[in-house]
T-cell receptor, first 114, second 112 residues
Framework: GAGVSQSPSNKVTEKGKDVELRCDPISGHTALYWYRQRLGQGLEFLIYFQGNSAPDKSGLPSDRFSAERTGESVSTLTIQRTQQEDSAVYLC????????????FGPGTRLLVL | SQQGEEDPQALSIQEGENATMNCSYKTSINNLQWYRQNSGRGLVHLILIRSNEREKHSGRLRVTLDTSKKSSSLLITASRAADTASYFCATDDNNAGNMLTFGGGTRLMVKP
């Protein structure tokens, strides 16, 4: 079946603009994660959604970052007033409990803030 | 912050040789996983080892876990040029709840 998809693949924006990144998880996967990966580094956890539970936002770096998920489907990650340090690849992953430990990743969105 | 630290950061070997990557972590864990990433894009799950396991095999991959030393190793035997990628360990942290904590990765290059 289809894997996790993300759009856009690449996004170039100007400092101060807002951007919205989209993630379509694997159908039926109730858990959804957003990560940030700076160039040459590992992944930083941003936010986690599980079903209808309150999301775990503990990884969001500032109040400029927010994310929403409609039910158990699409999620959007919004970065307001982008800064150059927001430049990174933003990766989305989904998983199916009870095997929640294995995550399936999308191809990512490469964000460049000029 | 990242818990895992991979060693080495970069590794270059000839095709046919074995590649060993190490990962250290700081807190107690439920399990440790290894992922592969090509060209800075999506990650692919390779193998998971639980905290009560010491060794696991999958094809040409062999993973060990030493919870007393809080370390794991990934061995790729008989490497191929197609194994060229970045490899990350990720821990399911008892205290962290729901997310994986990733290390900085090892960039492996296998020369044909």
């Amino acid at each position: 079946g289809a894997g996790v998809s993300q759009s856009p693949s690449n996004k170039v924006t100007e400092k101060g603009k807002d951007v919205e990144l989209r993630c379509d998880p694997i159908s039926g996967h109730t858990a959804l994660y957003w990560y940030r990966q700076r160039l040459g580094q590992g992944l930083e956890f941003l936010i986690y959604f599980q079903g209808n539970s309150a999301p775990d936002k503990s990884g969001l770096p500032s109040d400029r970052f927010s994310a929403e998920r409609t039910g158990e489907s699409v999620s959007t990650l919004t970065i307001q007033r982008t800064q150059q340090e927001d430049s990174a690849v933003y990766l989305c992953a989904s998983s199916l409990p009870p095997r929640i430990e294995t995550q399936y990743f999308g191809p990512g969105t490469r964000l460049l803030v000029l | 912050s990242q818990q895992g630290e991979e060693d080495p950061q970069a590794l270059s070997i000839q095709e046919g040789e074995n590649a060993t990557m190490n990962c250290s972590y700081k807190t107690s864990i439920n399990n440790l996983q290894w992922y592969r990433q090509n060209s800075g894009r999506g990650l692919v799950h390779l193998i998971l080892i639980r905290s009560n396991e010491r060794e696991k095999h999958s094809g040409r991959l062999r993973v060990t876990l030493d919870t007393s030393k809080k370390s794991s190793s990934l061995l790729i035997t008989a490497s191929r040029a197609a194994d060229t990628a970045s490899y990350f360990c990720a821990t399911d942290d008892n205290n962290a709840g729901n997310m994986l904590t990733f290390g900085g990765g090892t960039r492996l290059m296998v020369k044909p």
